[in-house]
């Protein structure tokens, strides 16, 4: 796994050992930031925004948000040997002063500083989206023109009844994009 474009292109990441973790593959997030760089609801968006990384995992998608010009990046995420090879990505892409790591439940988040783009990848099958997006949203986590990002299985139910801006299938999984607003 690696990052795919921008100023960090081609820095490899690690991921932890056994199925507690499932990386978005290099062709999905490929996809998923073309579509967030070109397509006109999207587009310029991401320069020096704040992006969350709902259960990070390795990080992946807020690395690759900030090797596109994303800002800073706050990372979440509660399982502890996701939390250490989080760390060791940042640390690889020599991004520490950019990011933010929380070992936090999303269902109970701390308070924060509203993100432009919120990216949510949990288990598969749990129907955990509409919950963290409500949990992130009382703890004031979204921006009110925040773009919600979700990776779920491509059998489960969609996670909002608002407009999809995309949905698109990657193999056993599934990209979702909608806004709050």
């Given at each position: 796994m690696r990052i795919i474009a921008g100023r960090l292109r081609g820095r490899r990441l690690e991921a932890p050992t056994g199925d507690a973790t499932r990386p978005t593959s290099?062709?999905?997030?490929?996809?998923?930031?073309d579509m967030l760089?070109?397509?006109?609801?999207?587009e310029g968006r991401l320069r020096d925004a704040h992006v969350l990384d709902v259960f990070a995992g390795t990080g992946a998608l807020g690395l690759e948000a900030l090797s596109r010009g994303a800002a800073r990046a706050t990372f979440m995420e509660n399982n502890r040997p996701a939390l250490a090879v989080l760390r060791v990505n940042i640390a690889a892409c020599k991004a520490e002063d950019l990011c933010r790591v929380i070992a936090a439940d999303v269902r109970k988040p701390p308070r924060g500083t509203p993100a432009r783009f919120v990216f949510?990848?949990?288990?598969?099958?749990?129907?955990?989206?509409?919950?963290?997006?409500a949990s992130l949203t009382a703890a004031g986590w979204?921006?009110?023109?925040?773009?919600?990002?979700?990776?779920?299985?491509?059998?489960d139910a969609l996670p909002t009844e608002a407009p999809l801006l995309a949905d698109r299938n990657f193999g056993a999984g599934r990209i979702c994009i909608w806004t709050l607003s």
């Open positions: 290099d062709r999905a997030r490929q996809a998923l930031f760089m070109h397509a006109p609801w999207a949510l990848d949990p288990p598969y099958g749990q129907a955990l989206v509409p919950t963290a997006v979204i921006a009110p023109d925040a773009l919600i990002i979700a990776e779920i299985g491509a059998e």
